[in-house]
Every structure is written in C-alpha cells, then in structure tokens.
C-alpha cells in the first residue's frame, strides 16, 4: 500500500439513509481516486472476522450486529498520504467530537453509528482491503 492507499466502508446507518452519493462526492472532492468498490452486504461470521480484533471489548456483539444488519459500500481509495488524510476527513469516531464538515459530522448518527470505517494505518489498510477485494477488483486509474 505504501502509504497511498486506504480501505473505507459506508456502514449500514449512512446506506440506509441514503448517504452514499454525498459521501462519495465529498470523498472524491478530498481529491481521493477510487479504485476498487462494491456494495455487499456482511454477515455475522465475517462482520466478526472483520471486527476480530475488538473481539474482547464489551462493544463487539453489537458492532458485529450492527455491520450485519444491513447493505455496506466497501472502497479502496487512492491518494498521497491516505490513511492519515482519510481519517482527517471522516473525523473523530464519536461525531459529537468530529470537526464540522467531516463525514462523521455530516452523516453519523452517534459512535456506534458512525457512517464510515477508515483504516488507522497502512498496515491494515492493506489487510482490509484485502479482506473485502481479490486482486482483479483493484484498479490503477
């Protein structure tokens, strides 16, 4: 990934109200390209191996409840400086605390809704978008 790419979702409170469109324009008005993206749906048993790592914290039956419930928009995004311009964008997890303007501000309805995931480092970005694309769903534009 070499710092220049960053995996986000769409989560099922922003799909169901109807927030993918501006979310991604105002992803691709942050000068990110697309470059792989589908809209599925996760089950429990992955939304579990997704979330694997928050397995042991009192939040996961819910989290992993609440990724299953309904349609996500998974996306590779490409951009100099991904991961830590990304999270800038989305704002803080809580979107009381998010910086006007950002996603989470915009669109999430509370921390456990919260519109979208973004990787918090290179390293998992490159793990969760493998987890979500095969190679041949990835695209250099």
Known sequence: ?????TFTMIKPDAVGSGHIGAILAQIN?????????????????????FYAVHAARPFYGELVDFMSSGPIVAAILEKNNAVADFRTLIGATNPAEAAPGTIRARFAKNIGENAVHGSDS??????????????TEIFNL
């Open 29 to 49: 008005e942050a000068g990110f390209k697309i470059v792989a993206m589908k809209y599925t749906k996760l089950s429990k048993e992955k939304a579990g191996e």
């Open 1 to 5: 990934m070499s710092g220049n790419r």
């Open 122 to 135: 290179d390293e998992n970005a490159a793990i969760e978008s493998a987890f979500h694309f095969a190679g």
